[in-house]
């Protein structure tokens, strides 16, 4: 209605409100983009640089602040490879088993969880439900020194279970909430419709939830693989053996011993160690985008 | 047919709630053993670890008081708050205002929409890796790429990590860098407003910056709100970036001891468990004192439409 009545009152020489935000004006529009692409030129040199900069042999690297490239010099690559303690292909063996241990583990149990919380009635579940929200905020340093001693006291320093088996007892409460607001935006009406058809909880959990919450699961699986593969913290307190360092913790071991002498290596192996997630990013950016509207935008 | 199942499902309707309490029980199990054991037991423990000396190979030794009296003369620990409260107060509004301003721009009908997203929202996926850490050291170090940029404009860099003037700045900017995340979230709030708003608007004679301040502004509030909060908590649990940029000491001069890096070096460096309890229950009670004053505050400038 606002629509028609914008139209017909409005000059017929000036243009249409709508169009006018829609950038039509060729100058705004144009100064619009250069200053969009200027300032996410900015933003992604420094990682353009560095890719660059892995490509170029040691002395030049910080004689160059360009992003031209004379000639590949892949030695770089070949070096840093095998320069660290290990072979590299170890460290991202290790980063590998944890990343697909904290996958498996955040799909399954946060999916159950969520199923109660947003299917489920239970005694006290609001109670529940604000305690699981609290638990999101929880800084980890809080339940850190403890869960050492824990874990400690089980044997399970410098294996990787102290960074699995939380995630299989749903302790990245983010993901519940993720998949709680996902599964309340499934119409009720199709547990309705399985239940009269016989099927209990865990069919409906299995058959028709599940099926219908994959979006919700990529998000989980992406954003676990993202967070855990640059995770430093945990790993750094609970693997201390450097034969099952994961990528960051080799990462800053080099550096480190290094003290600034061998960039090339250092930034060859960064690049490497950031394939994985321009990969996943790559390919799972709609869910990834989806998955903060979710949580998000409410 | 129907009528019985619809019999038969009131019958079941009695005694619902006892059946779901047992099915819900099952389908939260992992979720209680994790809350009890990783996340509340340990929780207990801290607070109790924080009103004793202890060293992981020795039983703890109750100190009553003595962690929390030493932390008044602490000098370090008085460093690190001043550092840590600078680095939250200054990079979360400056992220959030970038994050703001662009995905008002992106929102308003720009053509290669989703190219611009995808170029602004990488860093915030990066930004948390050790390798962004090590790129940031090459980056802001003296012979760096910053510094080779400021001599092509005939400027003279200094060691932008090396001095404690700067070293924090180089981390605060690190942290703004990433600011697509919170971008993507007023993207997904910006979509939401209806657009008959600003026509109504226009029609009213608003201006775009009038309506920006009286229709998108007001509006947005519950999502500022929302990154505020997060963003902040966040901002208080940084680790990893001071943490290689400075090699784990939180230097030059401490200038970029961030309050988590302290007590990793207290308990896991030093194994002085029962003081690294106690510094992390003040951790606790400071994020919860700034959400909470941010809840509070929030009645006065966010703006419910419903």
């Known amino acids: ?298 | 047919m129907s009528a019985t199942t619809e019999l038969r499902s009131l019958g079941r309707q009695g005694s619902t709630a006892k059946r779901q309490n047992k099915v819900a029980f099952w389908f939260l199990l992992p979720w209680f053993v994790g809350l009890f054991a990783i996340t509340l037991g340990p929780m207990v423990a801290s607070l109790f670890l924080s009103f004793t000396d202890y060293n992981l190979l020795q039983p703890a030794e109750f100190n009553g008081l003595e962690n929390f009296t030493r932390m008044l003369g602490d000098e370090r620990l008085h460093r690190s708050l001043g550092v840590t409260f600078t680095y939250v107060l200054v990079s979360v509004p400056v992220q959030l205002g970038l994050a703001l301003a662009l995905a008002v721009v992106l929102d308003r009908g720009v053509r290669g929409l989703a190219f611009y997203r995808s170029m602004f929202y990488l860093p915030s996926l990066l930004g948390a890796s050790v390798a962004i850490a090590v790129l940031w050291r090459m980056v802001f170090g003296a012979d760096g790429l910053f510094n080779e940029g400021l001599g092509l404009l005939g400027i003279e860099g200094r060691g932008w990590i090396s001095e404690p003037e700067t070293a924090l700045g180089t981390l605060i900017t690190l942290n703004v860098w990433t600011f697509g995340s919170p971008m993507v979230i007023f993207l997904a709030g910006l979509r939401q407003i209806p657009r008959v708003y600003y026509e109504a608007a226009s029609v009213d004679g608003a201006s775009r910056g009038r309506q920006f301040l009286s229709v998108t502004l007001p509006l947005l509030t519950p999502i500022i709100f929302f990154n505020l909060v997060l963003q902040i908590i966040h901002a208080f649990q940084s680790f990893t970036q001071a943490f290689i940029v400075s090699g784990g000491t939180g230097g030059p001069a401490d200038s970029t001891l961030f309050y988590t890096l302290y007590l990793y070096q207290r308990g896991f460096g030093n194994f002085d468990m029962g003081y690294a309890s106690a510094l992390a229950w003040l951790l606790l009670l400071i994020v919860g004192a700034f959400t909470a004053v941010n809840f509070w505050a929030s009645k006065y400038w966010v703006f419910y439409n419903d």
């Open chain 1, 1 to 298: 209605m606002t629509d028609t009545f914008a139209t017909t009152t409005r000059p017929p020489s000036g243009p249409a409100p709508r169009r006018a935000r829609g950038g039509f004006r060729p100058v705004r529009s144009i100064a619009k983009h250069a200053l969009l692409i200027l300032c996410a030129l900015v933003m992604l040199y420094p990682v353009l640089w560095m890719v660059v900069s892995s490509l170029r042999p040691n002395d030049v690297i910080f004689r160059d602040p360009s992003l031209l490239l004379n000639d590949l010099e892949t030695g770089n690559y070949a070096e840093g490879w095998t320069a660290f303690a290990d072979p590299f292909s170890v460290y991202l063996v290790n980063s590998s088993i944890v990343v697909l241990g904290a996958i498996v583990g955040n799909l399954v149990s946060c999916s159950m969880a969520a199923y109660a919380f947003a299917r489920l009635e239970f005694t006290a579940k609001r109670w529940w439900f604000a305690i699981m929200l609290l638990t999101i905020m929880l800084p980890i340093h809080v339940i850190i020194v403890p869960q050492y001693v824990l874990f400690a006291q089980l044997g399970w320093v410098n294996t990787f279970l102290p960074l699995i088996v939380p995630k299989l007892l749903a302790t990245d409460a983010f993901f519940v909430f993720l998949m709680v607001q996902f599964i309340r935006g499934v119409p009720i009406e199709l547990d309705e419709a399985a239940r009269i058809d016989g099927a209990g909880h865990p069919r409906i959990f299995a058959q028709i939830i599940l099926p219908l919450m994959v979006p919700a699961l990529a998000a989980t699986a992406i954003f676990t693989f993202i967070w855990t593969w640059n995770d430093f913290f945990s790993q750094l307190i609970y693997l201390t053996d450097p034969d099952i360092y994961t990528v960051p913790l080799a990462l800053r071991a080099f550096v480190d011993a290094q003290a600034g002498t061998n960039w090339g290596d250092a930034l060859a192996m960064s690049v490497v160690s950031l394939v994985p997630i321009f990969l996943v990013f790559l390919f799972g950016q709609r869910f990834l985008l989806r998955g903060i509207a979710t949580t998000g935008g409410k």
